[in-house]
Every structure is written in C-alpha cells, then in structure tokens.
T-cell receptor, first 114, second 112 residues
Framework: NAGVTQTPKFQVLKTGQSMTLQCAQD?????MSWYRQDPGMGLRLIHY???????DQGEVPNGYNVSRSTTEDFPLRLLSAAPSQTSVYFC?????????????FGAGSRLTVL | SQQGEEDPQALSIQEGENATMNCSYK?????LQWYRQNSGRGLVHLIL?????REKHSGRLRVTLDTSKKSSSLLITASRAADTASYFC????????????FGAGTRLAVHP
C-alpha cells in the first residue's frame, strides 16, 4: 500500500502565484485533512473533509481552498500565495469507522513563498 | 491558541536512559495521542489513551493521563539512538471527533 501520497515534495513560489498541493490515499479513508507545520508551532489544521463533497474549516483556513470530488483525492489550493504561507504541509487521513481519530500522514510538501 | 503544549521543548539524553515528555491541554478531551516525527518525515502514530484510562503501555512506551490536571506524560524506557525524533501530543476534543489538535512537540536527541 502506498498510504498517503503528497506531491510535490518541494515547491518555490513567488508572492501572488497560485498552486495546488496534491494528496491521494489508497486506503479508502473517508476522512482527509491538511495541516501546516511551522517551527515552534506544531501542526495546525487547515481544512478537513469527511467524505466526497463535504469539507470544513480547521484552525487556520484563510488563504486556502479545498474540494473533495473523490474519496481518494483532497487537493489544497493556494489562490494567491503569500510569504506567510511558507511552511511544510501535511496531508493525513483516517477511516471514520475507526472511531479513534488516529491519522495516517503523508511525507509532507515543503513550500517556500518568496 | 493550541490545545496541547509539550514540555520540555528539547531533551538530550544518552542511550539507555529513560526519556519523559509531558503534555498539558486546556479543555475536556475524548482521547489523547502521541506521534513521532523523524527529521524531514511525516508523523507516525505511537499510542492512544482514552479519557477514561489512566495508563497505557506499548513496548518501551508508557503513557499516563491525568484528566484532573489536564496532563499526560510519555515515557520511553531504555532509549536508543533511533528514538531521536520530535514527539507530539494530540488531543481529540470532547464532541470534536473530526479535529485532532497538536501541540508544538518535544525534540528528543539520544546520543550513543
């Protein structure tokens, strides 16, 4: 099993550019989420989804859009990148039936906004 | 503001010693989890303790939970160089089953 796959692993953007971070999982997990990790801040929840067509905001949703058209994919879109969005982004998923909220994480995408 | 905060921020020990990390949280929880992150990698789940449990073991890991003090501790016994990583506690708020909130983490360095 590939688990949770994130692409790209590294990306450099200029302020104002747009891009999409891709996340795919092959475990048939209903729940998917995006976190950002900044030094000294731990992980902060950006957006999450409990199934296709359903998304909701986390702790720090501003500046990010998500959609969930399939169970497998949960892309994160930055419409107009800002230097404050320089971070490492993690996608994570779980099966809703597990009941315990234990997440499986991807390897991360490191984004630098100049 | 963050729900969970780990203490200490960094810990340096020798192989064979025990490592203890603490986590405090602010509001009622459903469960508390500990994750490990090796440098440059994603997080890996280590252990989960539910709000009605006080202690749990998994191999060399021992987790305690004190809901009256809103705190948890992770003990790694007989540490190895391979235990060098960052460790994060994460809480599921009561009624907030879709949100796992992480602390800032403890960086553990185990020296051979």
């Amino acid at each position: 099993n590939a688990g949770v796959t994130q692409t790209p692993k590294f990306q450099v953007l200029k302020t104002g550019q747009s891009m999409t971070l891709q996340c795919a999982q092959d475990m048939n997990h209903e729940y998917m989420s995006w976190y950002r990790q900044d030094p000294g801040m731990g992980l902060r929840l950006i957006h999450y989804s409990v199934g296709a067509g359903i998304t909701d905001q986390g702790e720090v949703p501003n500046g990010y859009n998500v959609s969930r058209s399939t169970t497998e994919d949960f892309p994160l879109r930055l419409l107009s990148a800002a230097p404050s969005q320089t971070s490492v982004y993690f996608c994570a998923s779980r099966a809703l039936a597990s009941g315990a909220n234990v997440l499986t994480f991807g390897a991360g995408s490191r984004l630098t906004v100049l | 503001s963050q729900q969970g905060e780990e203490d200490p921020q960094a810990l340096s020990i020798q192989e064979g010693e025990n490592a203890t990390m603490n986590c405090s949280y602010k509001t009622s929880i459903n469960n508390l989890q500990w994750y490990r992150q090796n440098s440059g990698r994603g997080l890996v789940h280590l252990i989960l303790i539910r709000s009605n449990e006080r202690e749990k073991h998994s191999g060399r890991l021992r987790v305690t939970l004190d809901t009256s003090k809103k705190s948890s501790s992770l003990l790694i016994t007989a540490s190895r160089a391979a235990d060098t990583a960052s460790y994060f506690c994460a809480t599921v708020l009561s009624g907030g089953y879709n949100k796992l909130i992480f602390g800032a983490g403890t960086r553990l360095a185990v020296h051979p």
